[in-house]
């Protein structure tokens, strides 16, 4: 288990890698500033500037400090972040902030791909907490990268579906876009992707733009 020191630079890092206020219509999450978004500021009933109600403008007052503490709270220690292995936390952690408990059904859909029983609801439960125990001592040298592996392979996925969403996973220039670069930071880097191999993984998405 990390302690509170690493878990809040853990969180602060998330508040620095995710940067300022954004608003991109392709982006689901819509208006979005540290990495809160609005639906979340919404649902924790957050009116940041006393007006009676929560919208963009709400988003834009938000400090790097209050992302922090909603992270926290409601990202780490909520669903049970804390519970897991450490060497598999940072990683967990991080995309829980951009995917909800889908990054809990990605670390499930590992452990049962590993022979650990789970079930895949994205709840960390005490069957959750104990298979990802296990596969942790099993292989403590890959829980972390074949996580961070199975994270890349998932934006892949949404980016094939999802043609709108190909920019946040490829730069105008072809190379790797923020999303892949992300997964990657939790990867050895003996796994990260050659420009070559990230150019024929996304070619049949076409031309840059």
């Known amino acids: 288990m990390s302690d509170d020191t690493e878990v809040r630079r853990m969180a602060e890092d998330i508040v620095a890698r995710e940067g300022g206020y954004v608003n991109d219509p392709d982006d689901p999450g819509g208006a979005t ?20 109600d929560i919208d963009a403008q709400d988003v834009q007052q938000l400090q790097p400090s209050d992302a922090t503490e909603i992270f926290l709270r409601h990202y780490f220690h909520g669903p049970g972040i804390s519970r897991l292995p450490a060497l598999l936390q940072p990683s967990v952690f991080d995309m829980y902030v951009n995917a909800g408990g889908g990054a809990v059904k990605l670390l499930q859909r590992l452990l049962c791909d590993m022979d650990q029983s789970v079930s895949v609801d994205g709840v960390i439960g005490p069957q959750t907490e104990a298979a990802a125990a296990r596969a942790a001592s099993e292989a403590p040298e890959h829980i972390a990268d074949a996580y961070g592996i199975a994270r890349r392979n998932y934006y892949f996925a949404l980016a094939d579906r999802r043609p709108a969403s190909r920019k946040f996973a490829r730069s105008r220039a072809g190379g790797k876009g923020g999303w892949i670069r992300r997964a990657e930071g939790f990867i050895s880097p003996r796994f990260h992707l050659t420009q070559a191999q990230f150019e024929a993984r996304t070619a049949a998405w076409g031309a840059t733009g």
């Open 33 to 52: 500033n540290h990495g809160v978004t609005l639906g979340t500021l919404r649902q924790l009933g957050r009116d940041m500037d006393g007006d009676g």
